[in-house]
């Protein structure tokens, strides 16, 4: 009898139809049955053109002997803080299967330039153990968010000289489960909504570069079949693994009367014309970065290239200067990306072309 594969071990990406063939272009793409490899199955796609068969994803994903989820599960256990041992063991028993340690510890060379918390790794595991390392608290707001912080980042954010003066970022953070009004969260503006109809955007410069968040993203999406919980994924691996990621899913608001301050220092509308005067406006960040000597804001939107937030995230930072003492937008960068694009832009150059 042959055995069964398990569900956590299959190829999810494989099954969804790629747009052109990576050897030729083409769009004449079929289904060409399935490959049983020794843990896994895939999903064999042919094209009608140069008449080959492939597997589609980055090569990344291929010619494994381990699917990538489990590769990806392992090296976010070990940068939690368990030891090689201990992350097999976890992994045989998420998975029913037996990994040598030293095969994990391959594995960690091999994705190491993705994975930069490794050189704080043993300051972390001081500070916290593995279980406490992440804390995480579900915000029932409209939806449910999980709220996510990196505990040891943000000590050693505190403790280290480049980016000690945003001490109070991470006080904020970790107070967000004690004071977020969640009854502003029920009845308001979301910021994801916002237009800011009154500035001219169309000549802000927006910096297309390559970034890591690029690159984790193009490895962790496509090992998530289920579009919902691809971005609780990415999450997930980039405040573990990512040595500049301190926290996800971050609420953020502005009250009616911060709202009106800051549009009489800046000199715009930020509400959309239909909204309350006395309605608030909330959101919450998805991904948020202190790197470079700033506080940067990151929002992953899969439709990157014609999805432009500039808006929304133009918001986030204004919000985050009202809720971090001393924080100024002159330290904030805002940026959105996908697998493929990342596009950055400072807020303040934003807001200083509006007022001239």
Known sequence: MVAAVPIAARVPHTAKRPERCPHCGSTAITRKGTRRKKIEIVQLWRCGSCKRVFT????GLRHKTYPLLIVLDAITLYDLGYSLTETAARLHTR???????STIATWLHNHRSLTT???LRASGRRLFPPPQTIRSIKLYHRQIYKFQYHRSKLDLLRQGREHKRF???ADFLELIPLHCPHELFRDSERASQATLASINAAHLI???KENAATAMAALVIPTIGNNRLRHEALQRFMLANDSTTLAAEVPIWLTAEEILELERQHGLLLRTPDASPDSPITGHIDFLQVRNGAVQILDYKP???TNRPIAQLTIYALALTKRVPGLKLFDIKCAWFNEEE????????LLEASRN
Do not use: W
């Not at 998975?95 to 040598?100: D, H, P, Y």
């Open 95 to 101: 998975f029913g299967r037996t990994i040598a340690p």
């Open 167 to 169: 001490a109070r970022l």
């Open 117 to 119: 918390y490794a050189r």
């Open 56 to 59: 589609p994803g980055p090569a």
């Open 206 to 208: 927006v910096n297309h």
């Open 303 to 305: 439709d990157a290239r």
């Open 342 to 349: 990342y596009c950055e832009f400072f807020p303040r150059t």
